[in-house]
């Protein structure tokens, strides 16, 4: 079993940034599709970012231009620099990991790092 630890999270205001952190073995790192999703209670999980081995980057609509995932293969760590929060970011907010750049899975995943952004 990866492990895989989110760090990063906390309770900020509107406007302010967050960077969250996510670590991983090292050895295998680099091979994986790393993404980060973040759930509400009582909805469903969202994608937020992915990042692929090639370093390609998907977002989705409600973070592009604010949000930005990024890897650093050397030290096994995904981040996510997070601008402009709004209060709907707030969130609990989890890395997964998918073997072999399959990024349709996600194979491993973190215990979560909880964002509050108050207005």
């Known amino acids: 079993v990866v492990q895989l630890v989110e760090s990063g999270g906390g309770s900020v205001q509107v406007g302010e940034s967050l960077t969250l952190s996510c670590a991983a073995p090292?050895?295998?790192?680099?091979?994986?599709?790393m993404k980060w999703f973040r759930q509400v209670p009582g909805k469903e999980r969202e994608g937020v970012a992915t990042i692929d081995v090639y370093e390609d980057t998907t977002y989705a609509e409600s973070v592009k231009g604010r949000f930005t995932v990024s890897r650093d293969n050397a030290k096994g760590i995904l981040y996510l620099q997070m601008n402009a929060l709004k209060p709907e970011d707030t969130a609990m907010y989890y890395c997964?990991?998918?073997?072999?750049?399959?990024?349709?899975?996600?194979?491993?995943w973190g215990q979560g790092t909880q964002v509050t952004v108050s207005a």
């Open positions: 997964a990991a998918a073997r072999n750049n399959y990024c349709s899975r996600s194979d491993y």
């Open positions: 090292v050895v295998t790192f680099a091979g994986y599709c």
